[in-house]
């Protein structure tokens, strides 16, 4: 009786089965899961805090890593991003990236300067609002670099579309009634409208 109690076992297969059927890191970045609309693991994979770029401890959690991940990223996944925040010293990368002072990226993402320098230097993130406006910011960067992969120009390749968004941004748009672009991304609705015109300079938008 007590032999036959124990046949059930065998159903431990599955698991492993249900785990090799996620998308790998490399999937998500071409985008393969996409069109899975949401599996069942879909929630599982979305929110683990164990998913690069997003491990606290792991760390490919570069400024690189996350503008990649955010381009193919699902709502999910962005939501766990949104909640985690962003790593202060990538915040500071993106600034020196997109060649804006790191007192104006943290104004952009409404947050004091002492703030931030002081979870850069404990290593800590930005979250809140502020890590939100900063991932909305990487998601700009996403879009730019769509932009020039898919244009045919010569100057494309080489191209720096981190330090062309950092000029852009702070230049005024008529679209937005004569105001920058940094000054709406603190909000949802602004990162949208933001998104939205961006979007729409395809052509042409690196000249």
Sequence with gaps: MSKAAKKPSPAKPLAKSAGRAQPSVHESKLGLQESQAYPASQRQRGLSVKEPPLDVHGAPATLKGYVS???SATPLQRVAAERQGVPAQVVKHMAA???LPA?????ILGIAK???ESKAAQQARIAGASGQAA???MRLLGITEAIVDASTAE??????SAKWLGRWIEQPQPALGGR???DLLDTPTGFDVVARLLGSLESGSYQ
Excluded at 103 to 107: A, E, G, I, L
Excluded at 155 to 160: L, T, V, W, Y
């Design 69 to 71: 991940y955010l381009r």
């Design 97 to 99: 990236s997109m060649e």
């Design 103 to 107: 007192v104006r990226m943290f104004t």
């Design 114 to 116: 002492a703030t931030a």
């Design 135 to 137: 991932l909305g910011i």
């Design 155 to 160: 100057g494309a390749r080489g191209f720096d």
């Design 180 to 182: 920058k672009p940094a």
